[in-house]
DNA sequence: TTTCTATGTCAACAACACTGACATAAAATA
DNA sequence: TATTTTATGTCAGTGTTGTTGACATAGAAA
């Protein structure tokens, strides 16, 4: 668990970062300053516009072999968790298994996506990605990693400790802990 | 591609994540830490699951009404960019017209968004809100600023610079002028 | 043996994006 | 003034991705 208030670090440089220097009622001032209704709505908006972006990259790859961005969202999850069952990809990616299926069907068809039976329960279906898979997402996943890499270089590590916090802070209590299963943060 | 280091135990968002304490090569290493495929697979997916339960929330209001998130984007930005022209609400959304107008006609015809002849120039169509159409439209962002502001709250101002920071180095250049036009940040 | 679970599939439908084509009024320009 | 360009609206068709509902099968569990 953490402590829901945080120690000010040493303060960025950043061009929102207010200057804490001052007499304490500044300070008071500025301790609110970061919740008024005008930041919280450029936040909203920064949110729309960084994921449209982040998301149109791989968009583009996909345009010409004839995949979407739900087929990226399911093959990154079994990258990074190979041999998961259909359950917990369906969790994962929040959909219904009729909408998973159509894509996984269309993977399978073109060779990207395997299925092994469980071993313990045999009515599973383990997911793995093929050579081709992994190609496929790798080549995909490197333009959202090329993108987060030089904004992470840019902002700097404080920032992007403020980031994954604020953005872990935003999601629900399921995929904080769907997130916390398969990932050591 | 991948590095097959096991990434340490992130720097976590700790109380200390600024204190330069220790030799230099610890603060070597710390800084490249952040950078690890790993982190950026993480920041991917907190990036994914936090947008998906940010979005959800004005997505079940909607659903009653007749109406789907490409309204809320419309009205939001016809909240704050009262008078805007379609063509710049097209440019802000990054949709066709044909997109545009099918969401637009019907919030018209609801009583929504009101049409007012451009001053200057005739041909233009400025966009505003009706007293209805700010209703809903703060009714649905509620819920998004409710989130925001908690994790915001939680997550400590130094944290929030750093996610906006993050955010804005993560849109293109195009989005980044869009924000800057519009909001004096 | 009966029941529940994990998965797959068909069909229908809705939201929201796209392209392409065409129309109108008003501004801009030759 | 005549012509062209611009801002907007609209029709028609299409694709991706999501939904609900119904039904089937194999295997685990009771």
Redesign the pocket.
Known sequence: MQSPIRTPPTPRPSPHAGSAVGGASTIRADQRLFLTDEQLRTGIELLFFAYRDFTADPDRI?VDR??????H?AIHFMRHRPGL????L?EL?????????????QLIADGLVE?TV?E??????RLHLTAAGRDLELLLSETQRERLRRAYLEAGPEAVAGFREVLHRMMNEGARRLLATTTER
């Open positions: 996909l004839e995949y979407g961005r739900a087929h969202r069952t259909v359950a917990a369906i990616l929040g959909v219904t298994k009729q909408s998973l299926n159509r894509v996984l069907r299925q469980g313990t329960d045999r009515r599973q279906r």
